[in-house]
């Protein structure tokens, strides 16, 4: 699989995961369209890639905002004409008890990590579709396969992403269009900081979980393997991560019984 010239669109890509995956598929040869809200952030990360016109466009989008979404994914097909890659990577999190999180800030949660997502996608496949062939990449998590205290429109949301596209990957096959999940553990971004709190506004600081995890650059470069080669989903996590995704399989009670012992921040 080679990159050279093949139009990438990526969301959340003025910081972390995106950022990383901008880098990556420049790399290659890559023309990329990066959308997100912060557009000084998306001209910062396209100065840091060279300043390349020809081959970077900015498209402000903010994924909260469903009505807007249907016009900004076919003002991205304008942007080179097509796109070859979609990667919903745009998201937030969350830090609050579910008892006391006020239902907006779960909506909020929904509408840019779930429909935000689906708005995009549903836009690009007919394009993927008529070309006979694209790959649609979903930033999920780990918190797509598990719950956890503190996350749970979070968690939601990225099960929901998971509900979503395993049904898009069956129907696409037809087409040559595949989907890849990658579900990553705690990756040290502005993840945490961004997070929301019960009443919406930022968690603001830094948890210590994240602050000891892999870097975001690492990451990519971690799964860029298995990017290429478009695996349907691909876990990126520390050893203890890991084990409890095979736990939730072969033993979820038992998982259950370890995670609320668990210290989650
Ligand atoms: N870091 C982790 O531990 C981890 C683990 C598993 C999964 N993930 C997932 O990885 C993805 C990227 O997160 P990250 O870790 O790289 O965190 P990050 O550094 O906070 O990046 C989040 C990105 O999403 C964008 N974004 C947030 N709200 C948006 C909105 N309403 N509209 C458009 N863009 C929006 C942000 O851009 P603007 O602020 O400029 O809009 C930013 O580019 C998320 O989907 C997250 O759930 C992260």
Not at 85 to 92: A, D, F, K, P
Not at 181 to 194: Q, R
Not at 221 to 250: C, F, P, V
């Amino acid at each position: 699989m080679t990159y050279k010239n093949k139009i990438v669109w990526i969301t959340g890509a003025s910081s972390g995961i995106g950022e990383s995956f901008a880098k990556a598929y420049y790399r290659e040869g890559a023309k990329l369209i990066l959308s997100s809200r912060r557009t000084e952030e998306l001209e910062r990360v396209k100065k840091d890639l060279g300043a390349d016109d020809e081959r970077i466009k900015i498209l402000k989008l903010d994924l909260a905002l469903a009505h807007e979404l249907p016009a900004k994914a076919n003002e991205a097909i304008s942007l080179f004409g097509t796109i070859d890659v979609l990667i919903n990577n745009g998201g937030i999190s969350q830090r609050s008890l579910f008892a006391e999180t006020e239902m907006e800030t779960i909506r909020k949660l929904m509408e840019v990590n779930f429909f935000g997502s689906a708005a995009l996608t549903r836009e690009v496949l007919p394009v993927m579709m008529e070309q006979r062939s694209g790959h649609v990449i979903v930033t999920s998590s780990l918190a797509g396969k598990f719950g956890t205290k503190f996350r749970s429109g979070y968690a939601a949301s990225k099960h929901a992403l998971q509900g979503l596209f395993d049904c898009i990957r069956q129907e696409m096959y037809e087409y040559n269009v595949a989907v890849t999940m990658v579900c990553p553990g705690p990756i040290k971004t502005n993840i945490t900081m961004n997070s929301l709190t019960a009443d919406g506004s930022n968690f603001g600081k830094m948890g210590a979980l994240h602050d000891h995890a892999m870097d975001a650059d690492e990451m990519v470069d971690r799964i860029w393997g298995k990017i290429k080669s478009q695996k349907e989903e691909i876990y990126i996590a520390g050893k203890k991560e890991m084990l409890a995704l095979y736990l939730k399989r072969l033993s979820p009670a038992l998982l259950n019984k370890i995670l609320k012992n668990s210290k989650v921040t």
